[in-house]
């Protein structure tokens, strides 16, 4: 049948990871009627697979840390695309948020004398990141879910419900948000055991559902990442920037097969783990760019003592961004010195004794022995990039995660949304940054709420159309299999629109998508409506497909390499590209369109940070020129 079970909320907060449920809890914390939609279990979310930890100028470990030095290592690590005042936000809030947690019941690792402790990771300079072993996204949900629970408990004794204010809604997945005129008014989806649908209305809408890795064949994303958030703000009438920026952990697993992309944590780096090439040689002091020349140690010797002294030496090479290690394990293994497997060799094994690898990195020493049987104690492992997060995604405002575009009542924070880590991501930067613009998210959908005055009405005709293309997989017969499209366009990204990109190859893929998008007007799906996996995948298909053409078009566009983004045929960083943002819509046909949108400009006293020597490697001469000037 078609019924359509009906729910009524304020806020309604779609994904379940670190970002919606800080969302949420503020949203209830503001006594809105909040929902929590999740697509998978609660729980299981990108959040909880975080090992590392999240990135917080607290100055617990080096007491030189603050928000100002924490700002400066975003920037440099987004090379000075990021949105500055995200930047300045993230940095300055983070270590509230991580305390918070604690007053929430969490329990991170301590230093000697009882602070939270701090880790190394690439490109921070003192070591920030705070952590439960590697299993740090694993804490923070329980904490935020143990919260909510506490929530409802209070609820409960209020009002005889638990749910009576915020409620869960578990494997159940969004497939169109609903609008009245310009205004939000709610979202239509499906519990996936059932398959029956469900419209929740609602004046307001958080976006937190992830990132879009699994439009790539070697991808340490799971399955729910098919980029919904990034497609249900475009049909919505919102904007994406900056999508040609994803970012390829330059550590997954390549061995064996069936496991290829699985992540290998940063950690191990970040604790004294080496990458070597099939001779034997630490090939990263090879790769240091210009830009970071002066931070990183020219000989293994001052390598290897700065994990015992940074303040006297400078650190290893392996701990450069992600973006720079991950093309030099690429340019490693195209010269013919990988692994027999295809990758190149991190090493723990040599560098530390077993004991304090399986008590520091518990996770990965039992991953390699499940998945591999590697023994990472005595043995080296296997590693190469793997397609891990989207820099891109929904453009909003900075201070409120509202999103641009015509739409009103949209708002979006973590993964899906853009802007905050400019053309690379740093380690430990998401945890954070999921924290402080979901919280920000939060209160900004109820601050708007109770601007309305009256509650926006999802139109008949449009939940109609909703049910329309939420059926038509299933009424069609003989049409495309979903899986061998997935398999097609995971080929179409993996190979043209993935690391390394030349223009051929790009004007090749958006002619693929084209045909792509064809086949995926014809999928259909075998079964009925009850749990039924293909016929998801079928709905997936047309996010993924305008997620990647986004992706495809702004990569053609972008005429530089930058970040998580490198054309081989324009291998420099331009000082003009800098000022440029690339933003997706769609239009009511559906088609991609592409606009440039100047960078804006960071504020004296940011500016003022930087040495003018280094503002040198990343601006134009005007933009110099006006500096000089002031
Ligand atoms: P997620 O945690 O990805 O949650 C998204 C939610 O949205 C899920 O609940 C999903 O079910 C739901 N959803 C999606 N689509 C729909 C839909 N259509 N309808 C309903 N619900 C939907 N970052 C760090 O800072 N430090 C680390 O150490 C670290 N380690 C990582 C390790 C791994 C293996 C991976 C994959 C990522 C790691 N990251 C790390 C990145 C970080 O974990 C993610 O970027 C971050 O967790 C994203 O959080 P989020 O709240 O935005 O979304």
């Known amino acids: ?41 609660f729980g299981k979310a990108h959040t909880v697979m975080a090992e590392g930890g999240a990135a917080a100028a607290m100055g617990n470990a080096n007491s030189r840390d603050n928000w100002m030095v924490h700002f400066r290592d975003t920037m440099r690590g987004g090379k000075f695309l990021n949105n500055f005042r995200m930047a ?19 329990l991170f690792d301590r230093t000697k004398d009882g602070k939270i402790s701090q880790r190394n990771f690439g490109g921070h300079e003192y070591p920030r990141l705070a952590h439960v072993g590697d299993r740090t996204g694993l ?24 749910e009576s204010r915020i409620r869960v809604f578990q494997e159940t997945t969004v497939t169109e948000l609903l609008l009245d005129g310009d205004r939000v008014a709610g979202a239509f989806g499906y519990y996936r055991e059932s398959g029956e649908f469900v419209l929740f209305e609602a004046p307001a809408v958080v976006l937190a ?13 799971s399955w729910e990442y098919t980029g919904d958030g990034h497609a249900l703000a475009l049909r919505a009438g919102a904007t994406l920037i900056n999508m040609e920026f ?12 069936s496991v290829k992309g699985i992540l ?13 090439n099939s001779e034997g040689k630490r090939f990263m002091f090879d790769y240091v760019p210009d830009v970071f020349r002066k931070q990183y140690a020219e000989t293994e010797e001052e390598a290897d003592r700065w994990y015992t002294d940074p303040d006297n030496n400078r650190r290893p090479p392996e701990l450069l961004p992600r973006d720079e290690v991950a093309r030099a394990i690429n340019s490693e293994v195209k010269a013919g010195r990988g692994s027999p497997a295809g990758g190149v060799f991190l090493d723990i094994a040599s560098r530390m004794p077993a004991e304090q690898i399986i008590r520091r990195l518990p996770s990965m020493h039992h991953q390699f022995k499940e998945l591999a049987d590697v023994d990472i104690t005595k043995e080296p492992m296997e590693v190469g ?3 891990h997060y989207v820099m891109g995604g929904v453009e909003v405002e900075p201070d409120t995660g509202a999103a641009f575009g015509r739409v009103q009542g949209l708002f979006a924070a973590g993964e899906v949304s853009g802007g905050m880590h400019g053309s690379n991501r740093l380690g430990g930067n998401s945890l954070s940054d999921l924290l402080v613009f979901g919280k920000r998210a939060g209160e900004h959908a109820s601050a708007y709420v109770d601007t309305l005055p009256a509650r926006p009405k999802p139109a008949k005709v449009d939940v109609a159309a909703a049910v329309e293309v939420a059926l038509a997989p299933l009424v069609r017969t003989g049409g495309e299999n979903p899986y061998t499209l997935q398999q097609d366009l995971q080929v179409v990204m993996g190979d043209l629109v993935g690391i390394i990109r030349r223009e051929g190859e790009l004007t090749d893929a958006l002619k693929r998508l084209q045909e792509l998008r064809v086949r995926v007007a014809n999928v259909s799906s075998d079964g009925g409506r009850r749990y039924n996996p293909g016929w998801h995948l079928a709905l997936d298909l047309r996010n993924m497909l305008v997620v990647s053409e986004c992706t495809a078009k702004a990569a053609l566009e972008r005429e530089e390499s930058r970040g998580g983004h490198t054309r081989e045929d324009f291998p420099k960083m331009s000082p003009q590209w800098r000022r440029v943002n690339l933003v997706c819509s769609v239009d009511e046909a559906g088609e991609v369109h592409l606009d440039r949108k100047p960078v804006p400009r960071m504020r004296d006293e940011l500016l003022s940070l930087f040495e003018r020597s280094e503002l040198t490697k990343y601006m134009t001469d005007e933009e110099l020129s006006e500096l000089e000037a002031e």
């Not at 949900?141 to 409960?156: A, F, G, H, N, P």
């Not at 290998?264 to 070597?276: A, I, M, P, Q, Y």
């Open 1 to 41: 049948s078609t019924a359509i079970e009906r729910h009524l909320y304020d806020v309604v907060v779609i994904g379940a990871g670190g970002a919606g449920l800080r969302a949420a809890i503020e949203a209830r914390l503001a006594g809105k009627r909040t929902a929590i939609i999740s697509k998978s279990l």
């Open 88 to 106: 300045e936000l993230h940095a300055k809030e983070a270590p509230e948020r991580i305390w918070e947690l604690e007053t929430y019941g969490a």
């Open 139 to 162: 804490e923070l949900i329980r904490t935020l879910q143990q919260k909510i629970v506490s929530l409802q408990q209070e609820d409960y004794a209020e009002t005889g419900n638990y």
């Open 209 to 221: 559902t992830g990132g879009v890795g699994r439009s790539y064949k070697v991808t340490s994303n």
């Open 246 to 257: 994803l970012q390829f952990h330059p550590t997954g697993m390549v061995w064996p097969p």
């Open 264 to 276: 290998v944590t940063e950690s191990v780096r970040g604790d004294g783990g080496v990458l070597r």
């Open 385 to 387: 990039p793997t397609c």
